[in-house]
Nanobody, 124 residues
Framework: QVQLVESGGGLVQAGGSLRLSCAFS????????MGWFRQAPGKERETVAA????????FYTDSVKGRFTISRDNAKNTVYLQMNSLKPEDTAVYYC?????????????????WGQGTQVTVSS
C-alpha cells in the first residue's frame, strides 16, 4: 500500500506558475509509475502527466505540453508537477497516483493508489 498526500494548490492568475507536491510513503519500493490527474466540475478525470519511476517513459496531455513538468525527488519521497503559463482551463482538482504494474499506461483505471487531491484555480 502507498499513501499519497498532495499539496501546493491554490489560486493563481493566468500566466502564473504553481508547483504541486505529492508526498508518498508505505510500499514505495513497489511503485512502477506515477501520474498527475485532474478533474474539473462536471468533467471526467483526465491524465495530465505520467512517468515511470525510472523516467524511461513520460506522457503529457497535449494541452499542457511545454508548460507542465513531472519530476521526483526520491530523497524527499516526493513527486512534483511544475505548472507554468497557467490558463483558466487548467482549473481543477489535481490528484497524484501510483501504478505498481508494467506496462506503462495513462489509463486512470490502471492506477492503484490515489491522494486526496489539491485544488488549483486559475483566474482570468
Amino acid at each position: 500500500q502507498v499513501q499519497l498526500v498532495e499539496s501546493g494548490g491554490g489560486l493563481v492568475q493566468a500566466g502564473g506558475s504553481l508547483r504541486l507536491s505529492c508526498a508518498f510513503s508505505g510500499r514505495t519500493y513497489s511503485i512502477y509509475a506515477m501520474g498527475w490527474f485532474r478533474q474539473a466540475p462536471g468533467k471526467e478525470r483526465e491524465t495530465v502527466a505520467a512517468a515511470t519511476w525510472s523516467s524511461s517513459r513520460t506522457f503529457y496531455t497535449d494541452s499542457v505540453k511545454g508548460r507542465f513538468t513531472i519530476s521526483r525527488d526520491n530523497a524527499k519521497n516526493t513527486v512534483y508537477l511544475q505548472m507554468n503559463s497557467l490558463k483558466p482551463e487548467d482549473t481543477a482538482v489535481y490528484y497524484c497516483a501510483t501504478d505498481e504494474q508494467w506496462p506503462f499506461s495513462t489509463d486512470t483505471k490502471k492506477y492503484d493508489y490515489w491522494g486526496q487531491g489539491t485544488q488549483v484555480t486559475v483566474s482570468s
